[in-house]
């Protein structure tokens, strides 16, 4: 089936530095979703794009299909970015979402 | 805009209890509809998905069922509930198979 792998499983960072978290996938995916995952477990989506570079914010995600991988760069971390970052993948058609298994960001003063 | 509820937030339940947990998804026709499970600690796994009412597929075999009586209801259900029940339920949907997918804010279970 399809699987899901994320790196770093977790990353320390000061506040002010940058984030890349990232994203491969065992197959061919039609898009990545990006999540934060709440410490009480809801999930937020970030960003969504099936390839090329997508932005909002202080978040950018880059997504290169056919090498089936995908990162996220958070800018100037700030305290509040601490969580849990999810990528998930969709194929074609197969209405079927699955996830990795995340990196615990960490940001401190 | 779309709104997403799930029902209960959170339940303590026995082993060998029966379950329901619901979604309800507002302002939105035919939206693919999804549950997940996510154990303390693991990843979040798809268990069942329905494009259409009365239409339900299973991904993962827990144990559990789930039925979709209304165009905008979803329901997860078990007759006996196990320890390995335990954990973060979440309820998603989409507009179709290759849209994004948006979330409920989760029914977190604890079985005894």
């Known amino acids: 089936g399809q699987q899901v792998q994320q790196s770093p499983a977790s990353l320390v960072l000061q506040e002010g530095e940058n984030a890349e978290l990232q994203c491969n996938f065992s197959?061919?995916?039609?898009?990545l979703q990006w999540f934060y995952q709440r410490p009480g477990g809801s999930l937020v989506s970030l960003l969504s794009n099936p390839s090329g570079t997508k932005h909002t914010g202080r978040l950018t995600s880059t997504t290169v299909t056919k090498e089936r991988r995908g990162s996220l760069h958070i800018s100037s971390s700030q305290i509040t970015d601490s969580g849990t970052y999810l990528c998930?993948?969709?194929?074609?058609?197969?209405?079927?979402?699955?996830f990795g298994h995340g990196t615990i960001l960490r940001v401190h003063p | 805009a779309q709104t997403i509820h799930q029902w209960p937030v959170a339940e303590i339940k026995a082993v060998g209890s029966p379950l329901s947990l619901g979604c309800t998804i507002k302002?939105?026709?035919?939206?693919?509809l999804y549950w997940y499970w996510q154990a303390t600690g693991g990843t979040l796994q798809q268990l069942f998905y329905s494009i259409t009412v009365g239409q339900v597929e299973s991904v993962v075999q827990l144990n559990l069922s789930a039925s979709r009586p209304k165009d905008d209801q979803f329901i997860l259900s078990t007759e006996k509930l196990l320890l390995s029940h335990s954990g973060f339920y979440l309820c998603?949907?989409?507009?179709?198979?290759?849209?994004?997918?948006?979330f409920g804010s989760g029914t977190r279970l604890l079985v005894i």
């Open positions: 998930a993948m969709g194929g074609a058609n197969t209405g079927k979402l699955t």
């Open positions: 197959s061919t995916a039609t898009r």
């Open positions: 302002g939105k026709s035919s939206p693919n």
């Open positions: 998603a949907w989409s507009q179709g198979p290759n849209s994004d997918y948006t």
